[in-house]
């Protein structure tokens, strides 16, 4: 049960993180595309940052929930 639930769980995070890096990839070549101002930029930037954050953050909460698992088998 366990190992099911962390397997389906890994598998949706996966998706989540190819998406969101496919997201960060396709910002940063419209940014060097395209020509943009000063406040464009800035703000595409921003967003980049944003992602690059909600990848880092779902990358720890996906660590914590696998950390939590293992304790759950080895009990």
Excluded at 13 to 28: P, V
Aim: positive net charge.
């Amino acid at each position: 049960m366990y190992l099911e639930r962390a397997s389906a769980k890994m598998y949706r995070h996966e998706l989540k993180i190819a998406t969101l890096t496919h997201y960060r990839n396709s910002l940063e070549e419209f940014m060097i595309k395209s020509n943009l101002n000063k406040t464009q930029g800035k703000k595409l930037i921003k967003e980049i940052k944003e992602v690059d954050k909600n990848i880092k953050k779902s990358n720890k909460l996906m660590s914590d929930f696998i950390r939590l698992e293992k304790t759950k088998l080895n009990q």
